[in-house]
């Protein structure tokens, strides 16, 4: 009786210290094991509009901007950035009515003032340049009057030389401008002599003659420049993606040479 009752206080002992100490460790590898694993959370969409800008939106929806969507997917992981196609004239509702929540190269000065968005820091520089027929006497100094040509730009796109106006109305009445929807037709036309001059972005006229040499000896390019673009990120006010968080990601792919590697491989000058 005594060893049985001795067995039994010793079973006790074994079963508190187990109670005091916690489970052994291979009880608490087995019940690790068992425990499903944690999902990680999903990235938040954000969607980007994009209305055609070659080269950083094509007639496709390609280009530059879909280019620094994709690296900033593949660089972190709490956002998705998928590119929505919005037009010039129509961006502005869109974003407000939260059909996108950011949109790339863009400024503030493009009718996007006393809106409800945020820009972030320049992160690129561009410009627009004059573009005219080559031909015999044909120097810079064509470029130095506007008043007395016709001029063929981008529907919705905001021009220094007419005060920074969109409206067709005021462009064509104004400033002799009609207004088309593609840079590449207004470059021919002008080749064709079927208007003085064309005003398209620099970096696409430098795509679009690599592209196409055979253009390059029947124009003549300004080395005057309508507006420096300096190009910003403009982003929703209370959309799922701040302003901090966008210059802070600016400015990391800067400093690790992503943005720069991205710019050269898209034929892009900063």
Known sequence: MAKAVARRTILALALAGLTAGGMPSSGLAATAESAPAESAAAPVTVKVGGYEFPPYVTESGGGVAQALLDLLNAEQSDFRFELVRTSPQRRYEDMERGRFDMIAFESLAWGWKGRPVEASRVFLRDAEVFVAKAGPGMDQSYFDRLDDKTILGRLGYHYAFAGMTADPEVLEKRFNTRLTVTHEGNVRSVAAGRAALAIVTRSFLAQFLKANPDMAPQLL?????????????????????????????????????ALPALWARQGIAP
């Open 221 to 257: 390019v300004s080395d005057r420049t309508d507006q420096i673009y300096e190009h910003t990120i403009l982003v929703r006010r209370d959309g799922p993606v701040g302003i901090d968080w966008v210059n802070g990601t600016l400015d990391r792919l800067e400093r690790s040479g």
